[in-house]
């Protein structure tokens, strides 16, 4: 069965540090990963995806994710945090034979002047 | 583009009453997803349509719920009777076609209150 773990609740890092927000996922076949990130009040929006390729992939907002099939991780990163970074962010993941994304639990990412 | 519209974005009933939350999915996805959102329970799938069809209601929490596409520009979530733990925030979300490698855009949601 599909799954999807975000082991941190919160995040808290000082401005212009770098950041990761952390996921591991489970899934029988060729994974298709993706990041969102939710504002207050807000829907969630789209930051990236990995489809195939590369393993490095870069988004929206200047953050990137590693995709690592060894150790079935898709971390966010961001080299330097901003203020207006904090929000809650959402990792997912579908299967290639799958329609239904499966959701992590969300992380929330608190960044401090 | 207009993104994902939902409505109302606020809604406040008291329990038996009826609510209609809608959606107008973005011009020329063909897939069309709604969720409820919960502290509890976090990020749930309710529903989801394809080409105006309902492929999997497997989510859907009782037979109070129920939703409908009657065309590709339109879609309704009913709640009859609603209850206070209906209380949540819902989203309506598409995508281009369900293929595994499309993301969804989400609309603002509605934060629906049950008293």
């Known amino acids: 069965a599909q799954s999807v773990a975000q082991p941190e609740d919160q995040v808290n890092v000082a401005e212009g540090n770098p950041l990761t927000v952390k996921c591991t996922y489970s899934?029988?076949?060729?994974?298709?990963l993706f990041w969102y990130v939710q504002y207050p009040n807000r829907g969630l929006q789209f930051l990236l995806k990995y489809i195939t390729g590369d393993n490095l992939v870069k988004g929206s907002y200047g953050f990137e994710a590693e995709f690592n099939k060894s150790q079935t991780s898709f971390h966010l990163k961001k080299p330097s945090a901003l203020v207006s970074d904090s929000a809650l962010y959402f990792c997912a993941v579908r299967e290639n034979s799958n329609y239904q994304l499966i959701w992590g639990a969300g992380t929330k990412l608190i960044i401090k002047p | 583009d207009a993104g994902v519209i939902q409505s109302p974005r606020h809604e406040v009933t008291e329990m038996g009453q009826e609510v209609t939350l809608r959606c107008k999915p973005i011009?020329?996805?063909?897939?069309l997803f709604w969720y409820r959102q919960t502290m509890m329970r976090g990020l749930e799938l309710l529903i989801y349509f394809n080409n105006n069809v309902p492929i999997d209601d497997s989510g859907m929490p009782e037979d109070r719920f129920s939703a409908k596409m009657p065309n590709a520009s339109f879609s309704t979530l009913k709640i009859q009777p609603s209850e206070p733990r209906d209380s949540a925030v819902y989203f309506c979300?598409?995508?281009?076609?369900?293929?595994?490698?499309?993301?969804?855009?989400f609309g603002p949601g509605t934060r629906l209150t049950v008293l």
């Open positions: 899934v029988s076949g060729n994974p298709y």
């Open positions: 011009s020329g996805h063909n897939s």
């Open positions: 979300a598409s995508s281009q076609t369900l293929e595994p490698y499309n993301e969804q855009f």
